[in-house]
């Protein structure tokens, strides 16, 4: 018996701003100048703030933490793209998309000096905390999706962000196939950076594309430049755009780069080569998007001044007050270990704080 094609499909490639700054005026979308402002200004922000939270571990004023530089295009142009009241979803790599939804310079310098009260945004509460484990965000946030159409909430979707290595675990496959199944008004935006800490993209799977994994699914995919704010923005607004309107989920892939390390755990140089970061740093996201909005006339090299100098006095600040210390007892961690009481876990207190009391008397 002959075969019959039952299905074919195609995955696209958007790119609306090249590695000049230049526009495809065709391509390119309606963002009022307020809005491409405010959107260089997270840019600026994120990279700013992200240099010193990286000079600070290295002083040893800061535990461990993920370094996001290179990639603010692809998380500062997502947030951009949804509405205040939608979920946002992400993982530990979205420093300027989450600041942009209200989480302060001081949340930062908490989560990652181990205090989980930073994970508490003060302003925006359909933000969830930074997720660790690997693509274990992606059902959270379809449930988010699916739970708010069941609410009446007609309008509100989810966008969840997270890493190419988080499409070889089973709750990325399992995410996607419930999105599909329940039609749920949610996004996946994978951040594909090229590696998942060492292993690159082509030792994760054989696809050519991370985007057409959501053929199997029944859902869009598409690839976009992860390095330009615009594509970004495009895509993301068009998958929330068909969400709202009830036609489902999509994937978005966004190829971009992590310029620095995976954490200040790690050691690039172990396993990507100068000559890989450089070509990266050729198509810097922030550089293009300066391009763009000063070849409009909005920007300029003193606004650009002005920014970083107002921008680095808020860090200055905000590091400041923090290091002036708080009311946080040392051994808060032990008691959430359980919901109730055990004496192993009283017994490592107890050594905890006399530890600790040790550690005052010699000074």
């Known amino acids: 018996?002959?075969?019959?094609?039952?299905?074919?499909?195609?995955?696209?490639?958007?790119?609306?701003?090249?590695?000049?700054?230049?526009?495809?005026?065709?391509?390119?979308?309606?963002?009022?100048?307020?809005?491409?402002?405010?959107?260089?200004?997270?840019?600026?922000?994120?990279?700013?703030?992200?240099?010193?939270?990286?000079?600070?571990?290295?002083?040893?004023?800061?535990?461990?933490?993920?370094?996001?530089?290179?990639?603010?295009?692809?998380?500062?142009?997502?947030?951009?793209?949804?509405?205040?009241?939608?979920?946002?979803?992400?993982?530990?790599?979205?420093?300027?998309?989450?600041?942009?939804?209200?989480?302060?310079?001081?949340?930062?310098?908490?989560?990652?000096?181990?205090?989980?009260?930073?994970?508490?945004?003060?302003?925006?509460?359909?933000?969830?905390?930074?997720?660790?484990?690997?693509?274990?965000?992606?059902?959270?946030?379809?449930?988010?999706?699916?739970?708010?159409?069941?609410?009446?909430?007609?309008?509100?979707?989810?966008?969840?962000?997270?890493?190419?290595?988080?499409?070889?675990?089973?709750?990325?496959?399992?995410?996607?196939?419930?999105?599909?199944?329940?039609?749920?008004?949610?996004?996946?935006?994978?951040?594909?950076?090229?590696?998942?800490?060492?292993?690159?993209?082509?030792?994760?799977?054989r696809s050519e594309t991370i985007a057409q994994k959501a053929v199997g699914y029944g859902i869009p995919g598409i690839q976009v430049d992860g390095n330009d704010a615009l594509a970004v923005y495009s895509a993301v607004k068009e998958a929330a755009d068909r969400a709202r309107a009830g036609e489902g989920p999509s994937l978005i892939e966004a190829v971009t780069f992590r310029m620095g390390v995976h954490t200040t755990a790690d050691d690039p140089t172990r396993y990507r080569g100068d000559d890989m970061v450089e070509d990266w740093a050729a198509k810097d996201p922030l550089i293009r998007f300066k391009s763009y909005i000063t070849e409009k006339g909005i920007w300029d090299e003193e606004k650009q001044a002005e920014l970083e100098a107002g921008i680095k006095t808020d860090i200055d600040t905000a590091v400041t007050e923090f290091e002036k210390g708080r009311d946080i007892k040392p051994d808060a961690p032990f008691d959430y270990v359980f919901g109730t009481k055990a004496q192993i876990i009283e017994d490592q207190r107890a050594r905890f704080l006399a530890d600790l009391e040790k550690e005052a008397d010699h000074g």
């Open 1 to 205: 018996m002959p075969l019959d094609i039952i299905e074919t499909f195609q995955i696209s490639h958007l790119s609306i701003l090249d590695e000049n700054g230049k526009v495809d005026k065709d391509l390119e979308p309606r963002i009022s100048d307020e809005k491409l402002i405010r959107l260089h200004r997270a840019m600026t922000l994120s990279r700013m703030v992200d240099a010193r939270l990286l000079n600070l571990q290295r002083q040893g004023r800061l535990g461990t933490l993920p370094v996001c530089t290179g990639q603010e295009a692809a998380f500062c142009a997502a947030a951009l793209a949804i509405r205040e009241r939608d979920w946002f979803v992400g993982s530990y790599r979205e420093l300027g998309a989450r600041l942009m939804r209200g989480e302060t310079l001081d949340n930062i310098l908490l989560l990652f000096n181990g205090h989980e009260e930073g994970n508490v945004n003060p302003v925006n509460d359909r933000t969830l905390p930074v997720s660790i484990v690997l693509g274990s965000q992606l059902p959270h946030a379809v449930g988010l999706a699916y739970g708010s159409r069941l609410r009446g909430e007609e309008d509100t979707v989810a966008l969840t962000v997270f890493g190419d290595g988080s499409t070889s675990e089973g709750d990325f496959h399992e995410g996607l196939n419930f999105a599909g199944v329940l039609n749920a008004p949610v996004i996946f935006l994978c951040q594909n950076n090229q590696f998942a800490i060492s292993t690159p993209r082509a030792w994760q799977t």
